[in-house]
């Protein structure tokens, strides 16, 4: 199994998710993060005083799947998310040792 | 005589002027700050509100309108002991008592305002410490000399409803609290911005509203004074709201809610010398004027001068205070304005000569009553605190406890 | 004849007398909550101010106001079918119109007072039946005997804004439905704190200014009596603040935020049945022992009695109004204070009684209306709906969309 | 390639990024936790009411670094974020297979 870690921009959430339940991929959690990047952040005015923003508003999917599944989701992502500006965010690929879903005991693959 | 129209009047405008600290003040500084200071600002707002009030009911107000002495006057009205239900002020036709409120919430606000200078690294000792001391060695005489029969009263200057009483004591103190104070530790460029733009707009919408009461109320009756205050008061807002929004629209690119809503207030500091003496186009014209040159002197400060008055007390009250107060005999030359009681240039010398010796003794009183906060209980709290955050190191509480 | 200075204060105080309820206690209380029940403890307040306003035009006004029998009044205003346009209300310079709703704003505020006690788990149909009989049961007798030409007024007691009918009702009733409601399942230990002390703290300065309205209003005119109550109101809420930040500091070690405005709200409570009667050193005296007490009554229904009255309405309020209303006649003798009809251990005695026959049939009657409820609504969520926070659960509404 | 996690005080943040910039690493995400260890919250008093406030407010960081720039960047947050007093943090080190760069689709070292 794997864990999936996307970083991405917030307003391609809804995008990603549709492009997920597309393909079939049901369980998907969100964090909202601020990131630092190749996208420098922004730099906002108060009373003439420049005040620098370094850290944008991110959105952080954590998704467990299958071996099988990992490039299928890594596409899936990339579709919804992509608008071909800096800053549309970062995929990772972790390995996932075990998982269980909590009501079932289920574990392995039959909990993702 | 008592008249109920003037007393049912200055009784609301009282409401509105409690209004102008509790909780506009409080709001509209609380959301400049960032997060972790929120708590800390709104407790300074009430303990300053709370301290001054028992000071104007210990002798404050005695000190400052009772007796006819050319700079201060005298202890007959201590605790408030002659203040019976039924005898009017002097002067008017609303019961002392009433007076005694109204003047009680202009000794209120004034010394709050400063608190926009220290905020986010002052000790709460120091805060109400050199609040009590500057409430009756700053404020009381000064009110004495403009507007208890003083020697500026005696030289006829004109301060309708707190230009140089209010606005230039509490800026021209704010700069050198902040001075001696030293800057947070972040200035000028690791300062973090407003946390909440939204609360500084409706404690600026707050103060906008119980601004009527503050220039309003200043006719001490309800007539045709209070009603062209309250006309020129809303104008002079109105318009620098636009003017200061139309300047950052020019050099930043983008119009911001919080540079909209501090050219409001440099207006209502600008007009509020002379909301009662100029009529409707004199208004327009100093709410022009009032961000123009407000906007100017907050740069000034920050750029130049380098002072960190975190919340631009002296920029946007000091200065707009001054230049009502100078501009005004020139205003009233204009439509809806009073006649003056001698020329123009000898009008505007008065002025001038209030502006600079009221700035002067704020400024050498002040000095001297930072220096002893500073030997006594001590101006900053440390490193770690100012790091951490006022709230909860100096106050035991979080301001937001939202996801818990 | 009616006069249009006292008309125009008496509406204006109405304002701010509505504003007390819409918004400041309800963000008085919203913000001693947790962030998942924000919005239930606001539409708690809008709900029981709506339906005090319906049931005082159907019938409220009428019973307590109307007829001068000993223990009710009688139902001729019913549906206020005889107010007419020009005629003052008995007594006054002021139409009728305007008496009605002055007097709402005080039926709507002290059933919505009674909130603090039950927020957190109640059911808001139980609110809802609760709020209604209570006012009908509970404060149009009390107002009725105090304010309508009843058995206590006969008997001369003096309770200028209310000390004993919204104060004292309202906090003895909030203690009985706390203790027959329950405690919220985490108390006490793992109650968790005020979500936005922020919030708190302008709920209070709002329900400060309103309460200009409640007590110098209470004078009914604009003139000496309105304005001695404004001045004594202020006084004993300022110095009723710095006591309680004082007793912080000195027993916590920091003076908190949300104690202070505690404290004002403390010291407005107990100054509301005096307000009107008294001068400004009595004033100063009864903050000190409104925050001095009622510190006291906090910690002892919380510690000793172990009743989960959530927000203290007890302990501030009904502790607050009581001592008002028995110290009264001692502090008219003090300087500005009125002249008392009967021997101050006699007019002590008439205040007494009042305290404690008024606390009785609140405590009896709040626990009969309550059986009801229980009986007929239920009093409770269950325990999911109150881990999971009332705002979805009843009213299907989530207080923070902060992120997006 | 390894993601490192790191668990340090909010008021450290600051630092910290000057840190990492200061040894070329550009690429960070910051989320709002809030933490529970040997530093055991603290109590606030309201009302006289003690309430206690067991998990106090942290930073996660989160980082992905080629595997040679591990040392260096771990030394980097220490550096930021050390006051010597309870409650200074963690800093976790785990291996990730694989990382993508959304706009480009560059992968690997290449994609950090």
Same mark, same amino acid.
């Given at each position: 199994?794997?864990?999936?870690?996307?970083?991405?921009?917030?307003?391609?959430?809804?995008?990603?998710?549709?492009?997920?339940?597309?393909?079939?991929?049901?369980?998907?959690?969100?964090?909202?993060?601020?990131?630092?990047?190749?996208?420098?952040?922004?730099?906002?005015?108060?009373?003439?005083?420049?005040?620098?923003?370094?850290f944008l508003p991110k959105i952080k999917l954590e998704i467990a799947v299958p071996d099988g599944r990992v490039d299928d989701?890594?596409?899936?992502?990339?579709?919804?998310?992509?608008?071909?500006?800096?800053?549309?965010?970062?995929?990772?690929?972790?390995?996932?040792?075990?998982?269980?879903?909590?009501?079932?005991?289920?574990?392995?693959?039959?909990?993702? | 005589?008592?008249?109920?129209?003037?007393?049912?009047?200055?009784?609301?405008?009282?409401?509105?002027?409690?209004?102008?600290?509790?909780?506009?003040?409080?709001?509209?500084?609380?959301?400049?700050?960032?997060?972790?200071?929120?708590?800390?600002?709104?407790?300074?707002?009430?303990?300053?509100?709370?301290?001054?009030?028992?000071?104007?009911?210990?002798?404050?107000?005695?000190?400052?309108?009772?007796?006819?002495?050319?700079?201060?006057?005298? !202890?007959? *009205?201590?605790?408030? @002991?002659?203040?019976?239900?039924? &005898?009017? /002020?002097?002067?008017? +036709?609303?019961?002392?008592? %009433?007076?005694?409120?109204?003047?009680?919430?202009?000794?209120?606000?004034?010394?709050?305002?400063i608190i926009g200078a220290y905020v986010e690294r002052i000790k709460f000792e120091a805060v109400l410490l050199i609040s009590?001391?500057?409430?009756?060695?700053?404020?009381?005489?000064?009110?004495?000399?403009?507007?208890?029969?003083?020697?500026?009263?005696?030289?006829?200057?004109?301060?309708?409803?707190?230009?140089?009483?209010?606005?230039?004591?509490?800026?021209?103190?704010?700069?050198?609290?902040?001075?001696?104070?030293?800057?947070?530790?972040?200035?000028?460029?690791?300062?973090?911005?407003?946390?909440?733009?939204?609360?500084?707009?409706?404690?600026?919408?707050?103060?906008?509203?119980?601004?009527?009461?503050?220039?309003?109320?200043?006719? !001490?009756? *309800?007539?045709?004074? @209070?009603?062209?205050?309250?006309? &020129?008061? /809303?104008?002079?807002? +109105?318009?620098?709201?636009? %003017?200061?929004?139309?300047?950052?629209?020019?050099?930043?690119?983008?119009?911001?809610?919080?540079?909209?809503?501090?050219?409001?207030?440099?207006?209502?500091?600008?007009?509020?010398?002379?909301?009662?003496?100029?009529?409707?186009?004199?208004?327009?014209?100093?709410?022009?004027?009032?961000?123009?040159?407000?906007?100017?002197?907050?740069?000034?400060?920050?750029?130049?001068?380098?002072?960190?008055?975190?919340?631009?007390?002296?920029?946007?009250?000091?200065?707009?205070?001054?230049?009502?107060?100078?501009?005004?005999?020139?205003?009233?030359?204009?439509?809806?304005?009073?006649?003056?009681?001698?020329?123009?240039?000898?009008?505007?010398?008065?002025?001038?000569?209030?502006?600079?010796?009221?700035?002067?003794?704020?400024?050498?009183?002040?000095?001297?009553?930072?220096?002893?906060?500073?030997?006594?209980?001590?101006?900053?709290?440390?490193?770690?605190?100012?790091?951490?955050?006022?709230?909860?190191?100096?106050?035991?509480?979080?301001?937001?406890?939202?996801?818990?």
């Amino acid at each position: 199994m794997k864990l999936i870690i996307a970083i991405i921009q917030p307003h391609r959430l809804d995008a990603v998710r549709e492009h997920l339940t597309g393909i079939d991929i049901a369980g998907l959690t969100v964090t909202e993060v601020r990131g630092y990047g190749r996208q420098k952040g922004h730099t906002e005015i108060y009373r003439g005083a420049e005040y620098q923003i370094a850290f944008l508003p991110k959105i952080k999917l954590e998704i467990a799947v299958p071996d099988g599944r990992v490039d299928d989701v890594v596409q899936a992502i990339t579709a919804g998310s992509r608008t071909g500006k800096i800053g549309d965010g970062k995929i990772f690929v972790l390995e996932l040792e075990q998982a269980l879903r909590v009501r079932t005991g289920e574990t392995g693959d039959n909990a993702l | 005589m008592i008249n109920s129209g003037d007393t049912a009047w200055i009784i609301s405008a009282t409401a509105l002027v409690l209004l102008m600290t509790l909780p506009a003040l409080a709001l509209f500084y609380g959301g400049l700050v960032q997060a972790k200071n929120i708590l800390s600002v709104l407790v300074q707002c009430f303990a300053v509100a709370c301290v001054a009030s028992v000071l104007w009911f210990a002798c404050g107000y005695s000190l400052a309108f009772s007796g006819s002495g050319p700079w201060i006057g005298d !202890l007959n *009205a201590a605790l408030l @002991a002659n203040v019976t239900r039924s &005898a009017p /002020h002097p002067g008017t +036709a609303i019961p002392e008592s %009433v007076y005694v409120m109204f003047e009680m919430a202009f000794a209120i606000i004034t010394p709050a305002l400063i608190i926009g200078a220290y905020v986010e690294r002052i000790k709460f000792e120091a805060v109400l410490l050199i609040s009590a001391l500057w409430l009756l060695i700053v404020y009381v005489p000064v009110a004495h000399w403009v507007w208890g029969g003083g020697w500026l009263a005696a030289r006829g200057v004109m301060d309708f409803a707190g230009g140089i009483v209010v606005h230039v004591t509490a800026g021209v103190s704010a700069l050198v609290i902040a001075a001696m104070l030293g800057a947070r530790h972040e200035f000028p460029h690791g300062i973090r911005p407003p946390h909440a733009p939204w609360m500084v707009m409706v404690g600026a919408s707050l103060l906008w509203v119980g601004w009527f009461g503050f220039n309003a109320g200043s006719a !001490l009756s *309800a007539g045709g004074d @209070a009603g062209m205050a309250l006309l &020129a008061t /809303h104008l002079a807002a +109105a318009t620098a709201t636009l %003017v200061w929004m139309a300047i950052e629209w020019i050099k930043f690119g983008k119009p911001s809610l919080v540079g909209a809503v501090t050219g409001t207030i440099a207006g209502l500091a600008c007009i509020t010398p002379a909301s009662g003496y100029v009529g409707p186009l004199a208004a327009v014209l100093l709410g022009v004027t009032a961000s123009a040159v407000c906007f100017t002197a907050v740069l000034l400060v920050k750029r130049v001068v380098q002072v960190d008055d975190a919340l631009d007390v002296l920029g946007v009250h000091g200065v707009g205070g001054a230049i009502g107060s100078l501009l005004l005999p020139f205003l009233t030359l204009l439509g809806g304005g009073v006649t003056l009681a001698r020329p123009v240039m000898a009008q505007f010398a008065v002025q001038a000569i209030a502006v600079m010796v009221v700035g002067a003794w704020s400024a050498v009183a002040t000095f001297a009553i930072t220096k002893l906060a500073a030997w006594t209980v001590g101006l900053r709290v440390d490193l770690e605190t100012e790091t951490q955050g006022l709230d909860f190191a100096a106050h035991g509480e979080t301001g937001y406890h939202v996801n818990r």
